[in-house]
């Protein structure tokens, strides 16, 4: 089915009618997945990336032909500076950022003895200093309106490791803490801050690792199968929907671990 298919069968009528959302990487797998989910619901999606500009073009695109609003920032968040730059551009755009997915991250399949401090500085810059800085510059406004939604995106290497690194386990549980930090001070406000842990999420999940280890992950799947990348972003809609769903870290694996 088309996004102009999806949004003539879901209509307008939704609580992201008209909201503007923020995704980071959103013209990666994952983050289109979620910026089509986003824009079928109604809101106007911010698609920012780092080096996917004819990506996020087509995107953007895709959505204005269905009757969407969107734009494409680019935005290279191992920078703190492009931070600020990057959320007014989007509130002179669009106007001010009432649902944020800081799904931006790093990593590669590598082993502690391959990551120095640089690697492992530039991995904590991308996938924690910078949705850090980013709800830090949206949380204000959301206090101020009374209503918000933070969605970080982890990893279940956040709890088990994994092929990609210290680097890259370090810096997605230490999400897990910027939630549990965040979401008790603004709750009342009525801003929920929550962390999205997948498993393996689409095909390029697996592309990424070596072909046996790939393989054995894969099968370990209690469901059977690697997770598609429409399933993450209903459920990542269906967490940002619900305003008394906050400080959780939320698996989605496809049976692999009890939590």
Do not use: C
């Not at 503007?20 to 809101?43: D, F, K, N, P, Y």
């Not at 953007?60 to 500076?81: K, N, T, Y």
């Not at 406000?189 to 498993?199: E, F, M, R, Y």
């Amino acid at each position: 089915m088309s996004l102009v298919e999806d949004r003539a069968e879901l209509g307008r009528a939704s609580e992201f009618d008209g909201r503007v959302a923020l995704v980071t990487g959103g013209a990666g797998h994952i983050g289109s997945s979620l910026v089509r989910s986003l824009s079928t619901a109604g809101a106007h999606v911010a698609v920012a990336h780092r080096s996917g500009g004819e990506a996020a073009k087509r995107l953007v695109e895709d959505i204005r032909s269905a009757g969407g609003s969107a734009v494409a920032l680019q935005a290279d968040l191992s920078d703190p500076d492009a931070v600020d730059r990057l959320v007014d551009s989007v509130s002179e755009a669009l106007g001010p950022i009432e649902i944020l997915v800081p799904n931006a991250g790093i990593g590669k399949v590598r082993s502690w003895q391959d990551v120095g401090p640089e690697e492992f500085d530039d991995a904590l810059a991308v996938n924690l200093r910078a949705p850090y800085l980013l709800a830090r510059k949206v949380l204000p406004h959301m206090i101020e309106r009374s209503w918000g939604r933070i969605l970080f995106v982890s990893s279940m290497a956040a709890m088990i490791g994994g092929p990609f690194g210290p680097d890259y386990s370090a810096s997605k549980a230490a999400l897990h803490g910027l939630v549990h930090y965040f979401a008790p001070q603004v709750a009342a406000q009525g801003v929920t801050v929550n962390v999205l842990a997948p498993a393996l999420v689409g095909e390029h999940s697996v592309a990424m690792m070596d072909t046996e280890v790939g393989r054995a992950i894969a099968a370990s799947i209690p469901v059977g199968r690697i997770g598609a990348l429409e399933e993450f972003a209903d459920y990542a809609l269906a967490v940002l929907r619900n305003g008394y769903l906050t400080n959780k870290v939320l698996p989605i694996d496809g049976g692999m671990f009890a939590h």
